[in-house]
C-alpha cells in the first residue's frame, strides 16, 4: 500500500511540474509572438522626421521666408481645394510664429465686393496696425489692389 501512495504521489507531482512548465512555456512563446508582431508592425508604419529634422526645416523656412511686422497676406480660398486645410494650418502656426489670422467673412451671400466694400476693406487692412503680420483668408473674388 505504501508503494503505491509513493507512486501516486510522485505522479502528482509531476504532473504537477509538467502543468507549470507547460505554462511557462506558453507564456514565453506568446511574450515572443507579440515581440516579433510588434518590430513586424513598426517596419511598415511610416517613418516621422525626428525633431533634429523637423527644426532644420523652421530654420530653412524661416531662412526662405522673411516677413517683416507689416506683412499682410491676402489668401482667396477656393472650395475643394483644401483651403479649409489650409486655414487650419495657419491658424494651429499663427502664435508660434506670431502672426494673426483674420477670416474675411462676406455678407450679402456673394463672393463678390462692391467697389465701395472693396475700398472699405483695404482701408480697413492697410490701417489696422495692431493685427500685423496678418493672413486674411476667405470666399471673395479676385480683387485689384492697383486699382
Not at 499663427?94 to 483695404?122: A, E, G, M, P, W
Not at 496678418?134 to 470666399?139: K, Q
Request: glycine share 4%; with cysteine; hydrophobic share 40%.
Amino acid at each position: 500500500m505504501t508503494f503505491h501512495v509513493r507512486r501516486n504521489k510522485s505522479l502528482a507531482l509531476f504532473s504537477v511540474g509538467f502543468i507549470v512548465l507547460l505554462i511557462v512555456y506558453r507564456e514565453v512563446k506568446r511574450e515572443y509572438v507579440i515581440s516579433n508582431l510588434e518590430s513586424r508592425l513598426a517596419a511598415l508604419e511610416p517613418r516621422r522626421p525626428g525633431r533634429y529634422v523637423l527644426e532644420m526645416m523652421d530654420k530653412q523656412a524661416a531662412n526662405f521666408i522673411d516677413f517683416d511686422d507689416n506683412t499682410i497676406l491676402l489668401y482667396n480660398r477656393v472650395p475643394k481645394t483644401g483651403s479649409t486645410s489650409f486655414a487650419g494650418i495657419a491658424y494651429e502656426l499663427c502664435y508660434k510664429n506670431k502672426y494673426h489670422v483674420l477670416h474675411v467673412n462676406i455678407t450679402k451671400n456673394s463672393h463678390l465686393l462692391s467697389v465701395r466694400d472693396q475700398l472699405s476693406f483695404i482701408h480697413n487692412i492697410s490701417e489696422w496696425t495692431e493685427r500685423r503680420p496678418a493672413l486674411y483668408h476667405g470666399h471673395f473674388y479676385f480683387m485689384d489692389l492697383k486699382k
